[in-house]
């Protein structure tokens, strides 16, 4: 199952100019500040130099995630822009050389995709089915670090 990965990874060559979330857990408070706004749960959308919106959600049905590129105005009060957020220092305005799915040691699907960076810099959009906070989860993690359920 594809799950829109097809398209997203068309865009390689692009740039993010801007992430924002919709924050299914507005309790967020026992989250560390640091991490809040990547590992707090919610839709995410990214925006690309080539004026493209996507937008990513939980499949829980097949512990992925979906990517659907959309029509998105910046005035839809659902989302908060996050760009600003120290976590997007180095990873806006730098082109997308690779993007690739992420599989779990346990099943035969992505469970997400990693976004690598000219500069050197990744990261990840994943489904979690559960973590210490909340459950159902879309996540965005720093991408340098292995988790123990990847392969």
């Not at 730098?94 to 990693?114: A, P, T």
């Given at each position: 199952?594809?799950?829109?990965?097809?398209?997203?990874?068309?865009?390689?060559?692009?740039k993010i100019k801007?992430?924002?979330?919709?924050?299914?857990?507005?309790?967020?408070?026992?989250?560390?500040?640091?991490?809040?706004?990547?590992?707090?749960?919610?839709?995410?959308?990214?925006?690309?130099?080539?004026?493209?919106?996507?937008?990513?959600?939980?499949?829980?049905?097949?512990?992925?995630?979906?990517?659907?590129?959309?029509?998105?105005?910046?005035?839809?009060?659902?989302?908060?822009?996050?760009?600003?957020?120290?976590?997007?220092?180095?990873?806006l305005d730098v082109?997308?050389?690779?993007?690739?799915?992420?599989?779990?040691?346990?099943?035969?699907?992505?469970?997400?995709?990693?976004?690598?960076?000219?500069?050197?810099?990744?990261?990840?959009?994943?489904?979690?089915?559960?973590?210490?906070?909340?459950?159902?989860?879309?996540?965005?993690?720093?991408?340098?670090?292995?988790?123990?359920?990847?392969?």
């Amino acid at each position: 199952m594809e799950n829109g990965f097809l398209d997203f990874n068309m865009c390689i060559g692009s740039k993010i100019k801007k992430c924002f979330r919709n924050f299914s857990n507005r309790q967020n408070d026992e989250i560390p500040v640091e991490k809040r706004l990547q590992e707090s749960d919610g839709e995410i959308i990214i925006e690309l130099s080539n004026g493209d919106f996507y937008l990513f959600s939980p499949d829980s049905e097949n512990f992925s995630i979906k990517i659907d590129k959309i029509i998105f105005e910046e005035k839809n009060n659902l989302f908060i822009d996050v760009s600003s957020d120290l976590f997007w220092q180095n990873r806006l305005d730098v082109e997308i050389i690779n993007i690739s799915k992420l599989y779990s040691k346990f099943r035969d699907i992505h469970f997400g995709i990693k976004i690598t960076l000219s500069n050197n810099i990744s990261f990840k959009i994943i489904y979690e089915s559960e973590n210490e906070f909340d459950f159902d989860l879309i996540l965005i993690k720093d991408g340098l670090f292995i988790e123990a359920y990847e392969r």
